[in-house]
């Protein structure tokens, strides 16, 4: 059995809502998993990469499936989509690839724990590890894919502006967030097991839920209307993608992605202090 396994069992188990012990037992997990970022900076991309080692392309095979999607829907919608005096396939190209960003750390994210039950049980390690070790996974296949958009960038003489550095803190606020994402739905997905299967069928409706392939201005329906203004996906890419293309972010998308990070951060932490005690039951 685990070191978390047989620690946990010989700690007093006070009354109360919220046990003491169990609150400083979680926050201490967390930041020892934090002061670790060697270890889960190299699992994640170990985690990453390791399914094309026997590939002679390598991780050009990662790139494949979002420059499929980009040309695809440039080729045979771009031409009803686009709007003149628009960049259509730099903001595409950057929609896919914050959105494959985002469904790789929510659908992956709810089997984090599933996945790595051997790990939680016979190695003495934080258990906020594993879903840093997801989150630095997902985020090495962002950076791999933010070629394709670069590649745009240079490819349609788009004009550099310093308004894109305000994607920089506003990308690493949601990859600083996925981890509790992630800690969050794996312990949902722990308990629950049929939940990453609902989570990766939503998350495929998502992608035509959201503004990736149209733009939210265009607001033309009421289902669009609702897409823009409260699907916090929408808002998450927005706050990246708007300073990229040279635009600044409305104070809806601050507004809407600010909620959102912070309500991922405080609602995975409190999932995470409340089911981490139950984690070797569950799996």
């Known amino acids: 059995m685990s070191e978390l396994a047989s620690f946990e069992r010989r700690q007093p188990d006070p009354s109360g809502p919220l046990r003491p012990n169990r609150l400083a037992r979680s926050m201490r997990d967390i930041a020892t998993a934090f002061s670790r970022p060697r270890l889960w900076v190299f699992l994640g991309w170990r985690d990453f990469t390791v399914s094309f080692d ?30 003149e005096g628009r960049n259509y396939l730099l903001y595409l190209s950057l929609g896919v690839a914050l959105f494959f960003y985002l469904s790789t750390v929510i659908a992956g994210g709810s089997s984090v724990f599933l996945k790595n039950k051997g790990i939680i049980q016979n190695v003495p390690m934080p258990l906020f590890v594993l879903p840093l070790r997801h989150a630095a996974s997902a985020a090495s296949q962002l950076a791999l894919h933010l070629l394709i958009p670069a590649c745009v960038f240079l490819a349609t003489s788009a004009t550099f502006s310093w308004t894109m550095l305000l994607a ?34 939503l998350m495929r409706v998502m992608m035509f839920v ?74």
């Open 168 to 201: 920089l803190p506003a990308l690493a606020l949601i990859v600083f967030s996925a981890a509790f994402v992630s800690a969050g739905m794996g312990l949902i997905g722990a308990r629950f097991g049929d939940f990453q299967f609902v989570v990766t069928a």
């Open 54 to 83: 026997r590939s002679h392309a390598g991780l050009v095979w990662s790139l494949v499936q979002p420059a499929v999607w980009i040309s695809a829907v440039y080729i045979f919608l771009g031409p009803a989509l686009a709007d």
């Open 210 to 283: 959201t503004p990736i392939f149209w733009y939210p201005q265009d607001r033309e329906g009421a289902v669009r209307a609702i897409a823009a203004t409260y699907n916090p996906l929408a808002h998450l890419i927005d706050i990246v993608r708007t300073p990229l293309m040279g635009e600044l972010p409305s104070l809806q998308n601050i507004v809407g992605a600010g909620l959102t990070i912070g309500l991922s951060i405080l609602v995975g932490g409190a999932i995470f202090v409340f089911g981490r005690r139950n984690i070797i039951r569950w799996i």
